[in-house]
């Protein structure tokens, strides 16, 4: 028996706090001291200082164990080993020779005080027994040998070891031969425990953006007390491997990490941790492998390139129902943000064959040598895969704007894919718990969801819809005197552009501020005037709620366009009042969502200046700079009329329509030589009821339009072709319990109610009596 001399180590901790924009936390300041020292058993020595039947120790290599003459089975016990310190973590690697047919078993237990004089019970005071397993694992260090993959946890005041080792055969004279077993204990406990309750989070910074929320871990460096710069082999991961550490929950699981981290890099010579992320029985997450999901491990993949995660569990247990649900979160991420579908597979090659392997898999499912994960994680894999894919946030849709008290208000959800779908609808009223609703949507259908029906009385309620289907999702907001509807916003941005606004005459204005973040978010909104002059007012949105601003209150008598400015992302909308009633309100209304990217280039399918409509578009320049802009307007005969136009910078320019072509339908396009911001305006009823859309950026092959009805309204399809070429068009409309019919037409560049492939539809209604429309002025393109 020899030990071999390892001096104990100082992680060392470089500083960068100046480099840094803030101070790094207390608990990283100090880098935990690390001890390793090994336990060796190689020689005849080593081998007949323990207790042996059915075997043979031999001279061969120095001295090896195999199975004796005639024997199927044999065991090995060591002596109990004296540790030169306490430690609570240990792993191995072994020297075998396998022939087929043949095994060996390594296990290892641990004791805190020194074991019993000879006569007692043997196994008095000892822990269990801990196997001792390989699988695909190999020691970087030691030529290739056996290893264990991760460490046994073991009390932080264990002081003796004692290893079993177990040689069987299935064949004739037959045996495997244990030449060195060499067991390496680790010290990663500190005096002061820290529990991982008391380290930092922070958002992954790794992937693409996805609308599935960013899970929050525990950052490498704030676990392990040292910052090291990632240098890995960088590949695009094809599936995502489970592994399981064996741990009881009362150990210290960042002691685990510290000793996993120092055993797998000092130890086996591997180039970083084999795991890019670690979860415990609590569900907290560990930063593992540097350089993220894209970062190659080379190793325990089956061939495959793959992230990996390790579950932290009992022996032979499923993990927590905590560690479950972290991970579940952490699958549907890493889900959308490297292209893994949950539920799908993808192939491998294994050997000279190609094979199907599910992209969530189990380390044992990718190397059937593996014997982790156990087998109740196992079988709680498919639902696993399930939940991580109902849990993929493919779409969400904000909506700042909600009022019950004063409104009829509708959700309406399409759903184009083939199977059914539920949409989350979270409200949130003023001052209260959030309301949640769960509204299924059938396969290529639409359900509503009346807000009316769940809550009344509130002039307040943003809501937040999600899906892990990819559905569409509209709001209606009726008046008796009006009615108005249009797209959720599928994006926060920090910057929101409107052309039109107005506190003129009987013009009102509200500029609705949803801050969906966990923080207060401050904004400025710059209002600029046609003349150029400009205001700015500063304001303060407080966490998961919204803003109205009432522009009359502090800009009367105004027409302008706007630009909000916000310290973080959030989701702006902008609703009018206007025309005139015998009861004293203003029974017009339009709603909008904001415009969150600039364009030189803006179509609109839909525009009349016919029957007592009243048309305008607005251009909102927000440059330093001059822009000279150009609105070419297109009537049903292909006919079209130019009008140019330089507008100041800062500034808004409002084009009254029906002066330029009076009594015609038309559809426009607006370009200019600066990014600017277009809507169009339309009244009638005498400028009691109208409209108000953004126009489309570019034309698009297929469009989507979630509310319509023609039950009590006339309802129709705006098409525009601004292609040089004509264009075939097809439309299909959904209905509930009855086969879809379908419409075929075609149309000649530049007619308005055409659409082109690609093209550029808009949809309005008009209700029956009072002549009242309703524009979804921006359809859902390339749905």
Known sequence: MSRSAALPHLLALVLVAALLPFAAPARAQQAPQVKADSWQLSDVADWEAGASSGLLITNNAGGELRLAEDQVAGAFLSAPFATAFAFNAAGAVWHADLIEGTGVRLELRARATPPPPAGGNPDD????????????????????????????????????????ASLTSQVARASATLSAVTVSYLRTAQPTPTLAAGLP????????????????????????????????????????????????????????????????????????????????????????????????????????????????????????????????????????????????????????????????AAHSEADPAAADPAQATLALLPQIRSLADQSTVRARWYFAEGNVADYSERLSFLNLSGAQADAKVTLIPPGEP???????????????????????????????????APLLAERSMNLTTDVDGGPGISRLSRIWYFAEGSTEGTNSTYLILFNPQAAAVSATITYMRSDGTQFEQKVQISARDRLVVAVHDVLPDASFGARVIAAQPIAVERTMRFGRSPEGAAPGLHTGRGIDTLSRRWLFAEGTTENGFQMRLLVLNPNDQPANTEAVFMGPDGASDVRRYAIPPRSQLVINVNDVVPDLGVSTEVTADRPVAVERAMTFNGGAAGSVGAGALAPGYSWAFVDGRTRDASYYLCVSNPNPAPATVTVDFVFVGRRPPRCDFSRERGHRRSQVNPGLIRANKNSAGRRRRLWYDSGYDNY
Request: charged share 20%; no cysteine.
């Open 201 to 360: 989070r922070r958002p992954i910074l790794s992937g693409r953006e996805t609308l599935t929320q960013r899970p929050v871990l525990i950052g490498r460096s704030d676990w392990s007390g040292t910052v090291a710069a990632a240098q890995p082999a960088r590949r695009d991961p094809r599936g995502i491997i489970i592994h399981q550490i064996a741990a009881d929950p009362s150990e210290s699981s960042l002691d685990l990490m510290r000793a996993l981290l120092a055993y797998q890099t000092d130890v086996l010579g591997w180039d970083d941790l084999a795991y890019h992320y670690v979860i415990d029985a609590g569900g907290n997450l560990y930063e593992g492998r540097l350089g993220g999901p894209t970062s190659d491990v080379g190793r325990l993949s089956g061939g495959d390139v793959t992230i990996h995660i390790a579950l932290v569990a009992p022996q032979g247990a499923a993990p927590s129902a905590e560690a479950q649900g972290a991970l579940i979160g952490l699958l549907a991420w890493l889900g959308q943000a490297y292209d893994i579908a949950p539920a799908g597979q993808h192939i491998v090659l294994v050997g000279d064959a190609r094979a199907q392997r599910p992209n969530i």
């Open 125 to 164: 005071g000892w822990g269990a027994w801990q196997p001792l397993e390989s699988g695909d694992a190999r020691s970087q260090a030691d030529d290739g040998a056996l290893a264990t993959a991760d460490v046994l946890a073991f009390p932080a005041d264990s002081a003796y070891l004692q290893l079993r």
């Open 434 to 468: 959030p309301l949640t609703r769960i509204v299924g949507v059938p396969a290529g259908a639409r359900s509503d969801l009346v807000l009316n029906d769940v809550i009344s009385g509130t002039t307040s309620l943003p809501a937040i819809v999600e899906s892990s």
